[in-house]
């Protein structure tokens, strides 16, 4: 597949070196070339240039970049990203008084947000709720199962080149629903990675129902 990163930083870097290792073909976009240069080069990528350039290079794009700046740049992308598959993995995060909290208003997802700021576009939320560091390992796999990857989506071709996708990284793709639903996903990484920071394993607090039989 040919694949858009746009964003230059820690999540294009590990999310697109997994993808080139797994066949795709990256190009890296950036608001710096220098930068841009310097992730693709790191990664192997196929190439790199603007953001715009990225945006219409890709059948899947991955919006890498702060969730406060992804709607903004999906907005002003909104022509390059027409009838492409949009992959949001951001989390809109802010520490608070009651510990980590959503910085989004309820109910109302980022991956909304950039689905209102590109109408023609097919987001995807996905790939937010591991820490970028777990996309550098060769072999995706914990517990002797492969990662589970949660995504939500609206638009069945966005389905399939998702799920297409991750099953070509050795995960396995776990449709969650429309994307009204991403504020789920969303939430779920202020769980998870509050509970990280205060030092728990969260993954602890999910034994399948079945363990009591
Ligand atoms: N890091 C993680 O473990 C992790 C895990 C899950 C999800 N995420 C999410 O993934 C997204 C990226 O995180 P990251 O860790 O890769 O961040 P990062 O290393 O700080 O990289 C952010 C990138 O976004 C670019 N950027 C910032 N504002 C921009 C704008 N207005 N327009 C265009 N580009 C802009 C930066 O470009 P400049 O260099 O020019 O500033 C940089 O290339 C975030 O939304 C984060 O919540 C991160």
Redo the contacts with the bound molecule.
């Keep these: 597949m040919n694949i858009g990163i746009?964003?230059?930083?820690?999540?294009?870097?590990t999310l697109g070196g997994a993808w080139v290792r797994a066949g795709h073909t990256v190009r890296i976009g950036?608001?710096?070339e220098a930068?841009a240069q310097a992730t693709a080069t790191r990664i192997g990528a196929a190439g790199h240039g603007s953001?715009a350039e990225a945006a219409r290079f890709g059948e899947l794009v991955l919006?890498?970049?702060?969730?406060a700046?992804?709607p903004?740049?999906a907005g002003r992308l909104a022509a390059e990203l027409a009838g492409r598959t949009v992959l949001d993995?951001?989390?809109?995060?802010a520490p608070g008084a009651d510990g980590l909290m959503l910085a989004t208003p309820a109910g109302r997802s980022v991956a909304q947000q950039i689905a209102a700021a590109a109408p023609e576009a097919h987001v995807v939320k996905a790939?937010?709720?591991?820490?970028?560091?777990i996309w550098t390992l060769d072999r995706l796999e914990f517990a002797g199962a492969p990662l589970t990857v949660p995504f939500c989506a609206d638009a069945q071709p966005a389905q399939q080149a998702v799920s297409a996708l991750i099953t070509t990284m050795g995960c396995t793709p776990l449709p969650c629903g429309p994307l009204s639903r991403a504020t789920y996903l969303e939430a779920t990484?202020a769980f998870a990675i509050g509970a990280w920071w205060s030092g728990a394993e969260p993954r602890h607090a999910f034994p399948t129902p079945g363990a009591a039989a």
């Excluded at 993995?89 to 995060?93: D, H, I, V």
């Design positions: 746009l964003g230059t930083g820690s999540m294009a870097a950036g608001r710096s930068a953001l919006l890498a970049v702060p969730a700046a992804a903004e740049l993995c951001t989390n809109a995060l790939f937010n709720l591991c820490h970028e560091s990484a």
